[in-house]
């Protein structure tokens, strides 16, 4: 699976959006990009995922590149409790090894 | 409600004694999987399983042990043999080739003294 860079941190202000960068530039052509968050002491929660097209559901928008070396997630309207560490994860969709490497993530902080 | 239960949410054990804790999923899912997090790190794979009777090592599966006599249900036991013992640790489940990725557990913080 291949690996993913991120920002260590970001600082969002509430009510606006939180845009989440994240690099794969070593992606592979079947591999999907997932985006997991983990609020303090829970376990992660799924967000989103995609391969190639933006994607959006109820809880944020994901955005990759055409080339498909990096994506944003986007929160739309940023909340207080969105406040978490942000995952961004490359992987084969049909992998069963359990290999999610989460990396270290982004700490979003969301400020009122 | 389907979900992954783990018990209890913390625990404290004695240096040198063996600990194991709990993991249970009602969601039917096949695989599952032990995670350790340290502070301020990501979550490192202890073991999976694919299938019942069946399990493999992860990334640091020194000083841990599992099980998998049933579907529903992946115990994870720390041994005495693991040096650093003290973490969160995450336990998940998974159905092959599904979208929607993983469900975790809340986790279990354990710390040895």
């Known amino acids: 699976d291949a690996k993913t860079t991120q920002p260590p941190s970001m600082d969002c202000a509430e009510g606006r959006a939180a845009n989440l960068p994240c690099n794969h530039s070593?992606?592979?052509?079947?591999?999907?990009v997932y985006w997991y968050r983990q609020i303090h002491s829970q376990g992660p929660q799924y967000i989103i995922h995609g391969l190639k097209n933006n994607e959006t559901n109820e809880m944020a928008s994901l955005i990759i590149t055409e080339d498909r070396k990096s994506s944003t997630l986007i929160l739309p309207h940023a909340t207080l409790r969105d406040t978490a560490v942000y995952y961004c994860?490359?992987?084969?969709?049909?992998?069963?090894?359990?290999?999610?490497?989460f990396g270290q993530g982004t700490t979003l902080q969301v400020k009122p | 409600d389907g979900g992954i239960t783990q018990s209890p949410k913390y625990l404290f054990r004695k240096e040198g004694q063996n600990v194991t804790l709990s993991c249970e999923q009602n969601?039917?899912?096949?695989?599952m999987y032990w995670y350790r997090q340290d502070p301020g790190q990501g979550l490192r794979l202890i073991y999976y399983?694919?299938?019942?009777?069946?399990?493999q090592k992860g990334d640091i599966a020194e000083g841990y042990s599992v099980s998998r006599e049933k579907k529903e249900s992946f115990p994870l036991t720390v041994t005495s043999a693991q040096k650093n013992p003290t973490a969160f640790y995450l336990c998940?489940?998974?159905?092959?080739?599904?979208?929607?990725?993983?469900?975790f557990g809340s986790g279990t913080r354990l710390t040895v003294v």
């Open positions: 998940a489940s998974s159905i092959p080739d599904r979208v929607l990725g993983y469900t």
């Open positions: 399983s694919q299938i019942v009777n069946d399990f």
């Open positions: 969601l039917n899912h096949d695989a």
């Open positions: 070593t992606i592979s052509g079947n591999e999907y």
């Open positions: 994860i490359v992987r084969v969709r049909s992998s069963n090894t359990g290999k999610l490497i």
